[in-house]
């Protein structure tokens, strides 16, 4: 009797020659995006819905004198002007990193609490200071540039070996020489054991470029509140909604999770930039619940070169260990990494974890075990990212 294939069977041979590792997997979302279908954070809108402006510091470090929101407050459309002293009395929580890393001596990395406006110090050019929402962009931009700032420059420095320096502007009084994080992975005796005994070592220096994201999609977001509720919500592009979400109602709001309802439709490119929450996202939502009325912020080319989260940045002199047949002996690489404007999770995940995972990785091209000893200072920088750009 022919023996014949049972239907399960054919199915699952059927089911291993469409999913199985390694067929191809058809993507969903050309037909949407490549048309012009999409539907990003810009182009969601709500009734009653108004519109805010950042104002933002032209100095890369000074000392906030005042802030004269007078003139603003009185222009056409204007629904309400907020300085940090004014987000101060709602206790919001500040902005950190929330790695738990620690520098080689077992203390914790140095948090600088930023809050979404400054109120002491700017510290670098793009630093919020004030928002004003009004009924329309364009009225709100006017009242913007109406607020008058009066700020004492301070020196500032372009790079991280500048900020190492003795007497170099100092960000933070509780950040002594500008170094957030003092980072150290491997085993640093039997890497200088290995370099004593090495026939050969090569050196190379690498600058790690400092980089903008420029993404397709700027930055946005459309904030509303729900008085009956006491709910939050906001649409924002973001990689990572539910953490995003618990970041913004346990850490910076101070409310139950369910009290904030984070949305993300299509993201036009983020490359870990639009993973973090930014200052921008608390002052809308704040408006939002003080008008009762929608609040949308729309970043611009220009401004979101100044306010995003840049990435790399870093200087690292590299060493390697060889005996006399070209065997690797042990591999060392201490880095300066300075961080404009936001020290987050991602970056300081990249500039610590990432690189010693590198290095790590690199161990398997040799068959025995390299010793690596690996450095990441992360310095927060004093910076005029207009005169860093032409350098």
């Not at 909604?241 to 850490?251: D, E, I, S, T």
Request: with cysteine.
């Amino acid at each position: 009797m022919q023996d014949h294939t049972s239907p399960s069977s054919l199915e699952n041979a059927i089911a291993l020659q469409k999913f199985g590792v390694g067929q191809p997997v058809r993507r969903k979302e050309d037909d949407t995006l490549v048309r012009g279908k999409g539907k990003y954070t810009d182009d969601f809108n709500l009734p009653r819905q108004t519109y805010a402006w950042i104002v933002r510091s032209s100095h890369a470090h000074g000392i906030i004198r005042g802030i004269d929101t007078s003139a603003a407050k009185a222009m056409p459309g204007v629904l309400g002007v907020w300085t940090g002293a004014d987000l101060a009395s709602a206790n919001y929580g500040p902005y950190t990193c929330g790695l738990p890393l620690k520098s080689r001596d077992g203390t914790p990395l140095l948090q600088t609490n930023r809050t979404a406006l400054m109120t002491d110090k700017v510290r670098y050019v793009g630093d919020p200071v004030a928002f004003v929402v009004a009924e329309t962009l364009a009225q709100a931009r006017d009242a913007g540039e109406a607020v008058v700032l009066d700020i004492d420059p301070l020196p500032a420095v372009t790079s991280a070996e500048e900020a190492a320096k003795p007497g170099a502007p100092q960000l933070y009084d509780h950040i002594p020489g500008n170094v957030a994080l003092d980072y150290h992975y491997g085993d640093a005796a039997k890497v200088e054991a290995a370099f004593a005994s090495a026939a050969h070592v090569t050196k190379l220096d690498i600058t790690n470029t400092r980089v903008a994201v420029v993404a397709m999609e700027p930055r946005a977001a459309l904030a509303s509140y729900d008085k009956a509720s006491e709910r939050y919500t906001i649409q924002v592009p973001t990689q990572g909604v539910a953490g995003n979400r618990m970041n913004l109602a346990k850490n910076i709001l101070k409310v139950p999770n369910e009290k904030v309802h984070l949305l993300t439709a299509n993201v036009g490119g983020s490359f870990g930039m639009k993973n973090i929450n930014y200052p921008e996202y608390l002052c809308i939502l704040h408006a939002a619940k003080t008008l009762g009325r929608p609040v949308k912020w729309t970043d611009e080319r220009s401004t979101s070169f100044l306010s995003d989260s840049h990435g790399r940045a870093g200087q690292i002199h590299g060493e390697l260990a060889l005996d006399d047949e070209g065997k690797f002996l042990a591999v060392k690489g201490p880095g300066l990494f300075w961080i404009v404007p936001i020290l987050d999770s991602v970056t300081a995940l990249i500039d610590t974890r990432l690189r010693t995972t590198q290095f790590v990785a690199e161990q398997t091209l040799t068959k025995d075990t390299v010793p690596v000893d690996v450095d990441a200072i992360i310095f927060w920088m004093v910076t005029d990212v207009r005169r860093a750009a032409h350098r």
